[in-house]
């Protein structure tokens, strides 16, 4: 027993990073179990750590690769060694230690005559069909042509980075909705590999720029999921440094386009989180979609623009206050706002089911689930919207004066996402989005009942999809003991 112990410690690396409190609190953790701070305060102390595992301990469970013809010989030993030293521990690492950056152009094809091709295991399938019929969805929410269930599936074969990749997200989305033990050790495996492989191809570039980038966005997802905290923004450094440095509105692929907006989708919910602006300005976002749209995935990416565009507003000091021009820019963002509402066609908005009754709540089905995530982003706009004007009018009263509308448009929009949520039926892809709008539906709304069914499927979501939502509803919880008080 003591020998394979010993096999382990020298097979892994356990990296500790802190407890989840110490780190949202930015806080010195000293790592016992449980830690000090937490002790002291008698919280529930959760350590966190990565697990990044030597590739000489992955002969069995690591996939295999067949190699055809002598090209790929180089190509195999790159995709089977993982470096023992200066071994990075996440995606904020790998991009830090880079020597260079992605330069070349995007090669579109892996299956050229001596490439390298994955060889399923059972593990492998199984991860596989996991992806395919749950996260994968969520991450083409507002993708009609599917880019990461089918494209990325179909390259993965071809690429031993985005396979682990997938893997990695698909096994720790399970270790945290089902066997924890079972899951986690696969995850943290598939992981470790991952990380390697992204940071030899940063390097060498083999693979093509459009594969390293769906890869990044996979294990930013992953570390998302695994690290929530003040300061998981981080986690976005790697993409938001690929899509920074190059051209992707002019010469992106459609898989490009793709990844972008999942990024946008994860860098809008971390401003909201932590009430700061997004870390690529709204102005610099890649082929945003034109009003006039039809489509429900690209009416989707255009309200998520226009609600970065909102985040800005919200939650930037301006020195000084408000000047003419922001207060004309504001106008203007609130009409792109409501006009882009009034331009959406009927059957996007949902319909009205005929059995709606009970807390004020007109329950809505939706026939294609890019239209639910959508209505759920323009509601958050509107709700941001309102809390700038009572923003304005508390810090300068004289300035701007009260308008008993306010509240009421509050309490509408919060309605309206609780309406959506709430209603049997709506698509895990769109609850996925919901987390920030239904924080901000709770703080709104006035029914305790209602309030207390927020909070349930708030925590519903962290069970059955693997989201943290706990510090979010002990936040509304907290805020409205102070408001009782």
Not at 117 to 131: F, W
Not at 375 to 388: D, G, Q, R, T, V
Request: positive net charge; aromatic residues 8%; hydrophobic residues 40%.
């Amino acid at each position: 027993m003591s020998s394979a112990r010993n096999s382990h410690k020298a097979t892994a690396r356990r990296r500790r990073i802190g407890c989840r409190i110490c780190r949202t609190r930015r806080i010195k953790c000293d790592e016992k179990q449980p830690c000090g701070y937490c002790s002291r305060k008698g919280l529930d102390c959760e350590q966190t750590e990565f697990i990044v595992y030597d590739g000489r301990s992955e002969s069995t469970a690591a996939p295999s690769v067949n190699t055809r013809g002598s090209p790929s010989k180089r190509r195999e030993t790159s995709s089977n060694t993982t470096s023992t030293s200066n071994d990075p521990g996440s995606t904020y690492d790998v991009f830090r230690q880079a020597s260079s950056t992605v330069t070349r152009e995007p090669t579109l094809s892996l299956q050229a005559p001596g490439s390298i091709e994955v060889t399923v295991t059972e593990e492998i399938a199984k991860l596989l069909g996991i992806y395919q019929s749950g996260i994968g969805p969520w991450m083409d929410i507002l993708d009609h042509s599917l880019a990461y269930q089918r494209q990325v599936v179909r390259l993965a074969l071809w690429s031993p980075l985005l396979m682990h990749s997938i893997c990695a997200l698909s096994a720790r989305q399970m270790s945290l909705v089902g066997e924890r033990f079972l899951w986690g050790p696969v995850s943290a495996r598939h992981y470790g590999k991952s990380l390697g492989l992204l940071i030899r191809e940063l390097n060498e570039q083999q693979s093509g720029r459009e594969v390293i980038i769906a890869a990044t966005i996979l294990l930013c997802s992953s570390e998302l999921l695994t690290l929530p905290g003040a300061d998981y923004q981080r986690h976005l450094y790697g993409a938001r440094s690929l899509f920074q440095t190059h051209n992707i509105a002019a010469n992106g692929t459609n898989l490009e386009h793709a990844s972008f907006w999942i990024f946008a989708r994860q860098d809008v919910s971390v401003a909201i989180i932590r009430e700061c602006a997004t870390l690529i300005p709204p102005q610099e976002w890649p082929a945003i979609p034109q009003s006039g749209e039809t489509e429900e995935d690209r009416l989707g990416n255009r309200i998520l623009w226009l609600l970065a565009k909102m985040i800005k507003f919200r939650f930037t000091p301006f020195a000084g206050g408000w000047s003419d021009q922001l207060t004309l820019d504001f106008r203007d963002l609130c009409s792109e706002i409501d006009l882009w509402w009034e331009g959406l066609p009927s059957s996007a908005r949902g319909v009205a089911m005929a059995d709606s009754s009970g807390d004020g709540l007109t329950k809505t089905w939706f026939c294609v689930p890019s239209a639910a995530a959508a209505c759920l982003y323009y509601n958050m706009a509107k709700i941001l919207s309102f809390e700038c004007l009572l923003k304005r009018h508390t810090e300068s009263p004289s300035g701007l004066s009260y308008d008993n509308s306010w509240d009421e448009g509050l309490r509408s929009h919060a309605l309206a996402i609780a309406s959506i949520c709430l209603s049997r039926g709506v698509a895990e892809g769109a609850l996925v989005v919901a987390v920030n709008p239904l924080f901000y539906a709770a703080r709104h709304i006035r029914s305790l009942s209602l309030k207390a069914k927020i909070w349930t499927l708030l925590e519903r979501i962290e069970l059955c999809l693997g989201f943290h939502t706990k510090n979010r509803v002990a936040q509304l919880q907290r805020e409205l003991a102070l408001d009782n008080n």
